[in-house]
């Protein structure tokens, strides 16, 4: 191959690789924009603010980072797998 073609397929690929990133940033500013609007439209819905509260709780139990020590911590995620490995592997 010689040096133009080189050159040549450098320049394209720079190219390319400027207009991916440009996709990924409108992707991103996309996303966030519909995470505000969706925000919005939940204040605007009258929404209680304890509602997104509950929300996180209840994920945080799915996945087994709640308080179970009961001293207002969170579990960390190592906690969490260690306890699942304990009740998986007591059978």
Known sequence: MSEAEKEA???????????HAQ???????????EA???AAMARAAGAHPRQAAFLDAAQRRAFGADDPR???REASLGDALGRRRFYSQRG
């Open 36 to 38: 505000e609007r969706e």
């Open 23 to 33: 996709a990924r940033e409108d992707l991103a500013g996309r996303s966030v924009r």
């Open 9 to 19: 397929m450098r320049a394209a690929m720079a190219g390319d690789a400027a207009s």
């Open 70 to 72: 009961g001293d207002g």
